[in-house]
């Protein structure tokens, strides 16, 4: 993969979104996808919201209002890759390898876990009442979010951080345990904004929607906005009173969506007597100045969810692009591979550690077509070939390719075999030309410099297989 930092974080689709949820996580998020070295994924983790919410309208409005609400705030699908997490099916079949290898003493002492073991002992039920193993097995889906794409720094507040703790626990033992001297998980790392403002609701607390004291974001409109806003609890001062700023969440909110010289100018407002009807209107102007052309957008989006289905179906095939021969990595790794690489030599024998050669496999797609890889010694997928309709066709392509033998069969260049660089999905690619038809591709990368290694790799690779070929044709002949 790329060498700029990932970072990737995931948003649950129970709730309509609120203030406190652009400023704590969506303002930030797309802040920080900007930065340049910095490749972003985000997603809607759906498969977490069944977790806690069994209403199916719920959900399925969920994920459009947050999928819009994203968008809407200046989320860039050409720079993020904005997918859901229930279009991505290796996030499932990682949470499975990962569940194998996660100690159970582990998932015992998650927060989520046991205060809902806690409040059962509490209220004198059994232990176990209400919990389902989706509640149990969370921080392994968690893990497969992130580590399904080697994500460096995950941003989330304070009560994810031990999740992201546990997906490193469970990255070092998978790697441990299957690495074979090469990590195939970088160890994430929780990002937490030590600064991040958290928002106040109307009450004072901290806007949450347990609390049932949020402002919405975009739902209800402008209408709703100033109404909210008229409802923030404030003390009795009347006007001409000189208040104080710093005790009040109204002026918490308005610092939120001002800059340093405008709230101070606010502070001094209210010292001097502003009424609380009036700074409320000022607060609902500042804060709807911010909103309205954002609002706008959400409103045409809502308009038109096709048009989101569309944005987060071209996500999911981005996101899988690098998710899909990641995973076959990971499952030749524990064990999942073609049976005719089970190890056992011609001879019978047992192959030697270390001594893995370069090949061919055919598989597969969930689609129906068939497709052949070629993978370097070393396991790093260099090719993927187009799709085929018959099996056959694969493995006629990994006979000519791989077992043809060297100086027989080919020369490198014109008219015959050609790697050409490409583009794809945006990164930088190469394909496998064959008598100038395109017969596979790897990649993509987002350097050129890093295909331009691969492709040096693949022909050297290449060429090494046929020579041992050869080599293993003149002994036994
Ligand atoms: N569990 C997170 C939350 O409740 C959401 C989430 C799911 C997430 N998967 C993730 C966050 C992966 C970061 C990375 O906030």
New binding site residues.
Partial sequence: MSSKIRI?????TTGTPHLGNYVGAIRPALAAACKPDTQAFF?L?DY?ALIKCEDPERIARSRLEIAATWLAAGLDPQHVTFYR?SDIPEITELTWLLTCVTAKGLMNRAHAYKAAVDQNLATGEDADAGISMGLYS?PV??AA??LLFN?HR????R??VQ??EMARDIAARFNHLFGAGRGHFDLPAAVVDEHMATLPGLDGRKMSKSYNNTIPLFAGGEKKLRETIARIVTDSRAPGEAKDAEGSNLYAIYRAFATAAEAEAFRVALHDGLSWGEAKQRLFERVNGELMPLRERYEALMARPAEIEQILHQGAVKARALAIPFLSQLRAAVGLRPLQQVGVSKTGKKSKKGSKQARFVTFRERDGHFHFRFLAADGEELLLSVPFERPQEAGDWVRVLGKAGGASAFIWGKNSLQVVPTEHVGGHAYELLYSSERVAMGGPWTEAKERDVAARKLVREIELLWKKLDADESASG
């Fill in positions: 990737l974080t995931g948003i649950t997603f983790a977490h997490q969370y889906l968690m979010d992130i994500a995950v941003p989330v507040g009560d994810q999740h992201i």
